[in-house]
């Protein structure tokens, strides 16, 4: 069965440090995405990056940056130089191809407060 | 739409009583969904729309909770003699492909259950 970890509940950093929030999945299918999202007060969900399970390769997009390991089942996003407008909560997702990648299937997120 | 729309934003309602939450995706997207999410949880996921027909309701947790899209565009979400346990932020995302694409979101929901 599929499942997504945050262990990470709650992180608070003051402005223009760096940080990473952690997240591990379990999945049996060899086929999958992950993903992040962002949830501002808002409510709203942002979405901030997919990956597919073949493409290992780091990305990196302006001050956000992710790190995929299969060997470890983790795909852990860094932000660098944090801004307030940063705080909000984190959540790693995961589809599989045996669900048609239809279901993401969330972890309980992170809360992020960048103080300034 | 330029985003999916939710209405209302906010339900407050009195146990055994009936509701109706509405979802308005983005023009023109085929695939739409429904997730709940309860205090300090992440989304969970209720059931998945790909045109008219719910092509996937396994996350509904019993037969109290219905979903339609009748023309394929905006759907509503329909919760029958509402528990307490069902108060949570109802989220609507719809997506143009068949998933694994990374849905649009709307804000969502909040049904209190009181």
């Known amino acids: 069965a599929q499942k997504v970890t945050q262990a990470q509940t709650e992180i608070s950093v003051v402005e223009k440090e760096d940080v990473t929030l952690d997240c591990v999945y379990e999945t049996r299918d060899t086929t999958y995405y992950l993903f992040w999202y962002k949830q501002p007060p808002s409510g709203e969900l942002v979405f901030l990056i997919r990956?597919?399970?073949?493409?290992?390769q780091n990305e990196i997009s302006g001050r956000y940056s992710w790190n995929f390991q299969k060997s470890t089942s983790s795909f852990n996003f860094t932000i660098t130089a944090s801004q307030v407008v940063d705080s909000a909560v984190y959540f790693c997702a995961l589809s599989e191809a045996n669900t048609g990648f239809q279901k993401l299937v969330f972890g309980t997120g992170t809360r992020l407060l960048v103080s300034p | 739409g330029a985003g999916v729309s939710q209405t209302p934003s906010n339900k407050v309602t009195e146990k055994g009583k009936y509701v109706e939450l509405r979802c308005d995706p983005i023009s023109g997207h085929t695939a739409l969904y429904w997730y709940r999410q309860s205090l300090g949880q992440g989304p969970e996921f209720l059931i998945y729309?790909?045109?008219?027909?719910?092509?996937?309701d396994s996350g509904l947790p019993n037969d109290r909770f219905f979903a339609v899209r009748p023309e394929g565009s905006v759907s509503t979400l329909k919760i029958q003699r509402t528990e307490r346990g069902d108060s949570a932020v109802y989220l609507c995302?719809?997506?143009?492909?068949?998933?694994?694409?990374?849905?649009?979101f709307g804000s969502g929901t909040r049904l209190t259950v009181v």
């Open positions: 729309f790909q045109g008219t027909g719910a092509a996937d």
């Open positions: 990956r597919n399970s073949f493409d290992e």
């Open positions: 995302a719809s997506s143009p492909l068949k998933g694994g694409y990374g849905y649009t």
